[in-house]
């Protein structure tokens, strides 16, 4: 029972590129979230899916994308990656909305 | 969600109980008392949570005062293992709006246990 795994771990980006980061729970959730942390700035929810099929923004949405592929695995775009996306950002799982969520390891983003 | 206030930091010696205190006097009664911790560069880890009993698990115990006003998270027998930024959030697990899906962490307290 691995949990919530996330890769890459770390990346690099130029400015412009675009990526997939990769979420996937073993834990049979429904809602799945994903988050980033900044230094000073707690964690801030950029998208979340409710449950497989349904996926919402959440307080910093803007210049991210999300697919809910299926129960396991939900995935976050940059389409086209800025500096101000640098940061660390966590995948989550919670066997509802509402309930207690479970975190991944974290994959560090820098754009430069 | 009702706002939480913690010591910012605590020194506990290895093998003794950790005692980390919450206060959230303005906490209603549909909401619930959440510990996480996040062990520096880790994700967020979540501890144990309650409304109005205390709770225990394998990892802590949580004791909330009758009024509900303050509560304290008891790591019974802290490790090296065990340092890390401790957060108490008060929140409902009723849908009251997107945002209401988000977890808010305050600064926590940071807890070094002491070899």
């Known amino acids: 029972n691995a949990g919530v795994t996330q890769t890459p771990k770390f990346q690099v980006l130029k400015t412009g590129q675009s990526m997939t980061l990769q979420c996937a729970q073993d834990m049979n959730h429904n809602s799945m979230y994903w988050y980033r942390q900044d230094p000073g700035m707690g964690l801030r929810l950029i998208y979340y899916?409710?449950?497989?099929?349904?996926?919402d923004k959440g307080e910093v949405p803007n210049g991210y994308n999300v697919s809910r592929l299926n129960k396991r695995e939900f995935s976050l775009r940059l389409e086209s990656a800025a500096p101000s996306q640098t940061s660390v950002y966590f995948c989550?799982?919670?066997?509802?909305?509402?309930?207690?969520?479970?975190f991944g390891p974290g994959t560090r983003l820098t754009v430069t | 969600d009702a706002k939480t206030t913690q010591p910012p930091s605590m020194d506990c010696a290895e093998g003794r109980a950790a005692n980390l205190p919450c206060n959230h006097s303005t906490i209603s009664g549909n909401e619930y008392v959440y510990w996480y911790r996040q062990i520096h560069s880790q994700g967020p880890q979540y501890i144990i949570h309650?409304?109005?009993n205390n709770e225990t698990n394998e990892m802590a115990s949580l004791i909330i005062t009758e009024d509900r006003k303050s509560s304290t998270l008891i790591l019974p027998h802290a490790t090296l293992r065990d340092t890390a930024v401790y957060y108490c959030?008060?929140?409902?697990?009723?849908?009251?709006?997107?945002?209401?899906?988000?977890?808010?962490f305050g600064k926590g307290t940071k807890l070094s246990v002491i070899p």
């Open positions: 989550a799982s919670s066997e509802w909305v509402g309930r207690e969520q479970y």
């Open positions: 309650g409304l109005k």
């Open positions: 959030i008060v929140r409902s697990n009723a849908y009251s709006g997107a945002g209401s899906y988000q977890l808010t």
């Open positions: 899916s409710a449950s497989e099929g349904t996926t």
